[in-house]
């Protein structure tokens, strides 16, 4: 494949390829660099660039708070120990910059010994093939993400002619000449318009341009949420947004099936004519099965709620700020 690089080889002086400064900065850059621990939309405490527990190199905890330099080394040592061998034995022969994008291929899917693309890649097929091969990796929950249709396109601009694109994603800017909030992550307009309306769903106002996001709406919802306070609309800051939005979808959804105004056993009293037949006399006849629902439903909205503490923390803060601070603790 064309490129302007010397040739490199999966082994060097003895050593493994690793990944080179460019590769983790473009990395960085995509993932986003979080100095102090915050759950990801799963729920898993995480830090540095996207690592929680499962990367065998740190164990994020509440509270923790690790230097930029600590970022560093611990994706170093995670790409060594968990992804470099296998974009290795993946790419046997591959360049600096064709290495750094299967890394960063691997790191955000897991898939680079599947991959078709790679497979295409080793036999030296034509770049439009590699390019339509990896381009087909842009999915997230079954839908077409924007950041991963850019993902895959700067990947094969580094794979293709070692060009890094956005490497200084992660360089610090605390706010813009605008007072817009700066995205430490690559979003898209229509990303950015779901983000200034879960804001605002949520009681943050994300200010009239709708270009961003008010960097002192940015600081009160990361004021709030337990994270670091800076302004910049970062991976730590969309996942907490997203839990956010996640929590209050379920909830609703625990006091409707609980019984709430919306639905529930309560209206299941008044149920219409498509109803299965019998279903009415059933609960009419047995009437110890709506308080054991009820429990049910109480049991469910108490899981959500010790599931989802982090939000829940967030709406206590102002009233309940020892309460609030000791959920974010745990």
């Not at 290795?88 to 691997?106: L, N, T, Y």
């Not at 709030?224 to 609309?233: A, C, F, K, Q, S």
């Not at 959500?304 to 829940?312: I, P, Q, S």
């Amino acid at each position: 494949m064309a490129s302007g690089h010397p040739s490199g080889n999966t082994i060097a002086r003895g050593r493994p390829m690793q990944t080179s400064e460019q590769g983790r900065a473009f990395l960085e850059g995509h993932e986003g660099v979080a100095l102090r621990a915050y759950r990801c939309p799963a729920g898993k405490w995480t830090i540095g660039a996207g690592l929680t527990a499962a990367s065998g190199v740190v164990v994020p905890k509440a509270g923790m708070v690790i230097t930029r330099t600590e970022a560093n080394r611990l994706l170093a040592l995670a790409l060594m120990r968990n992804y470099e061998p296998a974009v290795g034995a993946a790419m046997p022969g591959a360049k600096q910059h064709e290495f750094d994008a299967g890394v960063s291929f691997h790191f955000n899917t897991g898939a680079i010994g599947r991959a078709t693309w790679v497979k295409r890649w080793r036999v030296k097929a034509p770049v439009s093939e590699i390019r339509a091969a990896l381009g087909e990796w842009r999915k997230g929950g079954g839908k077409v993400l924007p950041g991963l249709v850019l993902r895959r396109a700067e990947e094969f601009e580094m794979l293709a002619y070692g060009r890094y694109a956005g490497i200084d994603r992660v360089a610090t800017v605390p706010v813009r000449a605008d007072g817009l909030a700066r995205f430490a992550v690559p979003v898209s307009e229509a990303e950015i318009a779901e983000i200034r309306k879960g804001f605002a769903s949520l009681g943050f106002d994300p200010g009239t341009n709708a270009h961003g996001v008010l960097a002192t709406t940015a600081r009160e919802f990361q004021r709030r949420y337990g994270l670091t306070v800076d302004g910049i609309i970062g991976r730590a800051t969309l996942s907490a947004l997203q839990r956010a939005l996640d929590a209050r979808v379920k909830v609703q959804a625990g006091v409707v099936g609980a019984g709430g105004s919306a639905g529930g056993v309560t209206a299941a009293r008044e149920l219409p004519e498509a109803a299965p037949a019998g279903l009415a006399d059933a609960l009419s006849a047995a009437p110890w099965i709506e308080p054991i629902i009820l429990g049910l439903g109480a049991i469910w909205l108490a899981w959500l709620a010790w599931t989802y503490r982090d939000a829940l923390a967030a709406r206590l803060d102002r009233r309940f700020p020892r309460i609030a601070a000791k959920l974010r603790s745990i």
